[in-house]
């Protein structure tokens, strides 16, 4: 296997655009990966692009991969289009890398793009639905905030995690948010504003819930051995890894245990163990989220995020910043784009372009989605690891 | 890289089956595809799903794959939902092919889903529509009839092909339907039936385009070194290649470059040439379709598929059988499943296991789906090439 490196990465700011299409956020993204990569768009050699809910939302239901990279004079290549709900975008990385890696591309796009928001707002509810079982879910009402409201009150009851911790995540990742230009939201939220702000789920509140979102993110890759040719400072990819839910019972509900298995996949494969990990963007889609994420892939010890909240360990400036591009919560959810997006985030913290917001001393980040919900596990989880190259 | 065998394949009839679902068609083709191969489900340890309208056929948008292998037992494993319109079945083998060729993976189960029947039958128009540019093609009308008979026209200008030679492709196909259980359609059509049919875009009338269906197939791949221990008569996967369009004025509508440039690629991973091929199933979504394919990937000349359908070259026991399962025509078209479908057909063939439709001798098969459509050119092709083993 080769290693591979990140050369390029691009994004768009995520937010409401009811005036943007899936071609036209697509191609702020693709290109600006180009440009940031300096590579020719006719050097690259094959594309994996992510896409969830388009053809409910859009009518884009197949081919969204050759139709918007043509917009960018990508064509005749090999593209395949790749979902995995929240993983979407993760997963679309890890094809690519896996392609690479095995010898049989030496460059790639990975583009990951959605469209939420629409004139029927019904529409993106029952899309979204779809990321569960919709034969069995859905016919007992098990929708994703109840899912993790029920995790939140066991969490609760088992370790003795607090409202207001929870609602720390929110805080925290929102602080972020605003020094992040891509972020959807820039706005400041008070531990009183998150606890006092419309209930959705009990104890969840509409403050500790990712929203809906449009946007497009996309990285170029390319074999590390060639990549010399591009950049003396590479960003690389030690390792993806990934793994669905198991749906037992026996599971205990206050673990992520998709994660750990998923993560242990990526840190046999990079040689590198939580303990090494500077920072993390993990899928934080509600506040309860990140502290089955963290823990479950070893980066805090079971139970013990709710004191890490409490002394500040997980802000940027403290021992494992986590979420320091505002996560899901400040950053927005555009559910294709986010695994892309998270990537985008780690290198630019890795190059020490992160801005207000840098992690200093940054050598290492994981990259973390989980995606759908079936029998009360989730789905998919897929956790990269990327480290500064040469 | 690795050789990759197929250890077991499995399919549903394609028919009208308002009462199946997704979970209850996958159900059924993944344990033929498990009970052929003869492996422990367990011992699975990738996924590679493909389903191309379930999100608008049945709400489930997204984590199809998952949903659906849990249902057979096969949980915890990674599963990739793949998604290349007609060619999505074929995009999931490949997947699954370079996952194992590249040794990330010894077994791998590759499953191609389809629900394409709906109380609603406009949701289903809608949702194939979706495999073209829906912002380009839709709004001038350029649907996939309409395109094809273009290039049928064009066709019958150029090479002087007749409506009767057009038309036999139909009639060839439905008759080796005839002898495939599985297939939607057992229905011998005369060359008069054929041309006498409603038209639908002239020349192109409703016995020369393929039907909507219901159905599953899956394939189970294992690493050809890990394969002796299942059989001692395994068929190899040759290799796999993909293009996508190149959406240029120049290109001539009367030859498929597309299929042209996806058939050089896998001719030159599998070391095996056009005349090297003993039968091939091709994409013919609509007669005319057949032309383009055979030719562009140079089964047959340039022109030379007229001469060779009066000559019955292309049926059972002519110089190079095309479609002997029956084909999009008349086997059926559930879309993501159609591509695995065909791989099922060519380890039947090479078996020597086709029955009634063997072509005798079978040593090396191809097989090759295109997908969707966008500025007038196909989206995608991808094309495979199994052989005996051993």
């Not at 993790?148 to 088992?158: D, G, N, P, T």
């Not at 929110?170 to 939220?189: D, I, L, T």
Request: glycine share 12%.
């Amino acid at each position: 296997m080769r290693d591979v490196a990140v050369l390029g990465v691009g994004m768009t700011k995520f937010g409401k655009f009811m005036d943007r299409s899936l071609k036209d956020l697509s191609r702020e993204a693709c290109w600006q990966a180009i440009k940031d990569a300096g590579v020719n768009p006719k050097h690259i050699q094959t594309g994996y692009v992510a896409n969830a809910i388009g053809g409910v939302i859009t009518g884009q239901t197949m081919v969204t991969g050759e139709v918007v990279l043509r917009e960018v004079g990508i064509v005749g290549i090999p593209v395949v289009n790749c979902e995995n709900a929240c993983s979407s975008g993760s997963t679309a990385l890890r094809e690519a890398w896996m392609a690479i890696a095995a010898g049989f591309y030496d460059t790639a796009i990975v583009l990951g793009v959605e469209k939420e928001y629409a004139q029927n707002t019904q529409k993106t509810v029952e899309a979204i639905a779809g990321a569960g079982d919709v034969e069995l879910e859905l016919s007992v009402g098990v929708n994703f905030p109840a899912h993790w409201a029920l995790r939140a009150a066991k969490r609760m009851e088992v370790y003795g995690t607090t409202r207001e911790q929870l609602a720390k995540v929110s805080v925290k990742n929102h602080h972020n948010g605003c020094f992040n230009p891509r972020a959807q939201y820039h706005k400041e939220c008070s531990l009183e504003q998150v606890l006092s702000s419309r209930m959705v789920a009990t104890p969840m509140t509409q403050l500790q819930c990712s929203a809906i979102g449009d946007g497009a993110a996309a990285v170029i890759l390319c074999a590390a051995d060639k990549a010399r040719q591009y950049t003396t400072k590479p960003i690389l990819i030690a390792g993806v890894g990934m793994a669905t839910g198991v749906y037992t019972d026996e599971r205990p509900i206050t673990f992520g245990d998709m994660e750990q298995r998923s993560g242990q996949v990526v840190y046999d494969i990079a040689g590198i163990g939580p303990e090494d990990v500077d920072f993390a963007e993990v899928h934080d889609c509600f506040t309860i989220a990140e502290f089955m994420r963290v823990e479950g892939l070893g980066l805090f010890k079971p139970g013990e995020y709710d004191y890490a909240l409490d002394h500040g360990e997980s802000e940027i400036g403290g021992r494992l910043p986590i979420n320091p591009s505002g996560g899901l919560l400040a950053k927005g959810h555009p559910i294709a784009a986010t695994g892309v997006a998270q990537i985008c985030e780690l290198v630019w913290q890795l190059r020490g372009q992160a801005g207000d917001r840098q992690v200093e001393g940054a050598r290492v980040g994981l990259a973390h989605c989980s995606g759908g919900g079936i029998a009360g596990d989730g789905a998919v989880s897929v956790v990269s690891i990327l480290k500064k190259g040469y």
